[in-house]
């Protein structure tokens, strides 16, 4: 029997087949998805900003793609996952408000996109496909049994990436 297991905002979750993991409320916030698809071990983490703001805010380290990111991996391989298989897939990254003239610095979603292809890019694990951007926000549910990622929104449909 599979559990639906929730990840809040700025929080890291770990778990095997045939359990799931989801997150609500996707605005600028991005849903990284990493998987290993032999040892069927997945992790999610719901990322809020690409890096750290403020020193000693509290944060366990699942707020920021750069700190977020290497927690999830090392998590991952503590669990079982094999370092040379993991792949990922993400969502989210909207821009729910936008001005006119906006500073770049204000487009959370969008460096928060870039930011966490680098870090993987740099990890070397690969990132086999994204639903980012556009005004909507979105929720997520990863299947750890066969690596898809339904993507659903409002006014948008639903998408399996």
Known sequence: ?????SVGMAEIKITKAPHRLVTTGLGSC?????YDPVSKIGGMAHIVLPRVTSLGDGDSGGKYAVTAIPLLVENMLKFGANRY???????????MFSFPGQNSVLKIGERNAETIREILDDAGIPLLSQEVGGSFGRTIEFNTENGKLWVRTINYGERII
């Open 1 to 5: 029997m599979s559990a639906m297991i």
């Open 30 to 34: 991005i849903g990284l998805c990493v």
């Open 85 to 95: 298989r993991l792949a990922a897939k993400m969502a989210g990254g909207a821009e």
